[in-house]
């Protein structure tokens, strides 16, 4: 089964990832990954889709599903360090998993957070994501949880 980003979320204030069961006028129905708690978060509340985050490199931005593929490759079916390993554990794992990240703006907390995301959804869901185009369509034509606080949030990891 293939995992659609733009439907896994992450919002501002709550640890780990949410599955979008819903949206209304109010706000959305999310279901916690892991717990399955569910749970409704007002328009107020800074939610990001995965699908639109990216980290930057020495070239150009890298979309978090490209990130989360090249992460897979390099660990085969093996764990991804610990969130909470030191932080020249992590910057090595980058280092070998995406070698042109930026060293200057892809802090120690970005790689956090995309390690604990990448192990929600090794545990959770699916690393295999599909074509991002064929999600893309269908997430523009619902529009989005709430683009405003989206884009206030930034979609840089």
Known sequence: ???????????S?????????SRNRSGIIVEQMGTGHRTVFGLASRITPLADISIYTDDEDLPLKDLLEKMHAALGDEDVPSSKSDPETLKEFFAKACPNYDRDRFYVSHMKKCVEWYDILKHNASLDFGKEDESEG??????????EEEQAEGKQA
């Open 1 to 11: 089964m293939k995992t659609d980003l733009s439907t896994i979320l992450t919002i």
């Open 138 to 147: 269908d997430a523009n034509s619902e529009g989005d949880a709430n683009p």
């Open 13 to 21: 204030g709550h640890g780990g990832l949410f599955k979008l069961l």
